[in-house]
């Protein structure tokens, strides 16, 4: 019987390639600290990936304490990112990314080759260890490539943060105002449901005639349709807030808006060079960016082991030995012929790797233009909802409030109606209505705005 055993110098070798296919290793943090610090400079929160059973109690803690009283916009883009299972999950995908960025800093492991045949007496024993060797020449190239992947990996989950941020924020004044323009509705159901049951006792008593009491009527119909409609509008607006939030049925109870939405701001923003400050800081734009320089990496990577990746080469170590002879050992390399991998137009991996760093560029290019355009036009819709919000502020309230006096003073001198009066209390309620919805706009513009610039408004004089 003949044992064999690698000699001391090929241990050596094995041991050194094992130190260097294992120097890539896992960040303390899995890279969230890069996602927190991008996603807070975009939308002003901090996100928390929740990985730990502490660190799921630590944020339910934090939400129950922001539940505790009327919700802000700022604290629903907070409890947003602390309890969004969809973002939860996304972040899942970070620590996936690391994982392939640490395999590719390392080589594949080695396969192990055993054979045994006996027969007359003689008993041979065939062993052998076998190398990739073409993970070992491109290990350097392949690590930076994966190093490259997880910075887009964490791109990406900075860029659904703030994607989900936006969208509680956007659902948080939808929910307020929601909620404002049922009591508007309840307002003018009252006053046209006034005016019906006068009209339907003065038509009784004779002094009313029909027409003029079916009218009143209608007005009263047409204020109940209404009302019904802002009612199932505040409780569809309040459960995308809820979904924004990702509150359970339980913590639904507990969520508290203000009675109005935020106080139109004096001034717009400053939106100066803000085309500039969105290509800069948009997370897209970055993203797109990262994509053609790790493409231009692999399309360098191709360009440099092409031929030795069609080769397909690989290393044995292999001992051979026999009862009663001498041990052999020696080395194999194995390589594949690429006799039908090379035509006219080069290899299939080249062409291929170049055609996908020019798609990447225009790709690039292409989210540059689009982001340029998106900045544009929510400029132009943030600066009209300001102008509409203050034209209704500053001019139809006012005007509509010195009309109420002057009909109450003309009422008081009997020279105008009841139903004139209650008519003109209607047309009152619906131009606050309408600054509602202004209002609204304005905010849900300065959202899209801060989403296209990817980052906070800058404040008049800054």
Request: overall charge neutral; charged content about 20%.
């Amino acid at each position: 019987m003949f044992i064999s055993f690698f000699p001391v110098r090929s241990t050596a070798a094995l041991a050194a390639l094992a130190v260097l296919g294992g120097c890539a290793s896992f960040s303390p943090d899995g890279g969230f600290g890069d996602v927190a610090r991008l996603t807070q400079a975009r939308s002003g929160q901090v996100p928390r990936w929740q990985r730990t059973p502490a660190d799921e109690a630590a944020a339910q803690t934090r939400v129950t304490e922001l539940l505790q009283q009327p919700l802000s916009a700022e604290a629903a883009v907070e409890l947003a990112l602390l309890h969004n299972r969809g973002l939860q999950a996304r972040f899942a995908e970070l620590g996936l990314a690391e994982a392939e960025r640490v395999q590719a800093g390392r080589l594949a492991n080695p396969a192990l080759r055993y054979g045994r045949m006996s027969g007359g007496g003689v008993t041979e024993i065939d062993s052998a260890v076998l190398f990739n060797l073409l993970g070992l020449l491109t290990l350097p190239l392949a690590s930076e490539l994966g190093q490259q992947h997880f910075k887009q990996a964490k791109l990406q989950a900075a860029s659904d943060a703030v994607a989900v941020a936006t969208q509680a924020r956007r659902a948080f004044f939808n929910a307020v105002a929601a909620q404002a323009l049922v009591a508007y509705a309840q307002q003018v159901k009252l006053a046209a449901e006034a005016s019906r049951e006068l009209a339907t006792r003065m038509q009784q008593a004779g002094n009313f005639n029909k027409l003029a009491q079916m009218r009143q009527q209608s007005f009263d119909a047409d204020a109940t349709a209404q009302l019904l409609r802002a009612q199932h509008r505040a409780v569809a607006e309040r459960e995308q807030l809820v979904k924004a939030l990702g509150l359970s049925s339980e913590e639904l109870g507990k969520l508290q808006l203000p009675e109005r939405l935020p106080d139109l701001p004096a001034q717009p923003a400053a939106l100066v060079q803000a085309e500039q400050a969105a290509m800069d800081r948009r997370l897209d734009v970055l993203q797109a960016r990262r994509s053609a320089e790790a493409t231009a990496r692999q399309l360098g990577l191709t360009q440099r082991t092409g031929f030795v990746n069609l080769l397909d080469p690989n290393l044995t170590l292999a001992r051979h030995g026999q009862t009663g002879e001498a041990t052999r050992r020696g080395f194999e390399l194995e390589l594949t012929l690429p006799l039908f991998d090379f035509g006219a137009g080069g290899s299939p991996a080249a062409v291929q790797a170049e055609l996908q760093y020019g798609q990447a560029v225009h790709h690039a290019a292409e989210v540059a233009v689009n982001a340029r355009s998106e900045v544009r036009e929510s400029s132009s819709a943030y600066l009209t909802a300001h102008a509409l919000a203050r034209h209704y502020r500053d001019e139809v309230l006012p005007l509509q409030q010195r009309i109420a006096d002057e009909n109450q003073l003309r009422y008081n001198g009997m020279l105008l109606s009841v139903f004139e009066l209650l008519a003109d209390a209607r047309e009152q309620i619906t131009s606050v209505t309408g600054y509602t919805e202004a209002l609204r706009d304005f905010w849900l513009a300065d959202a899209d705005l801060q989403q296209a610039l990817a980052g906070p408004l800058p404040q008049p004089g800054q």
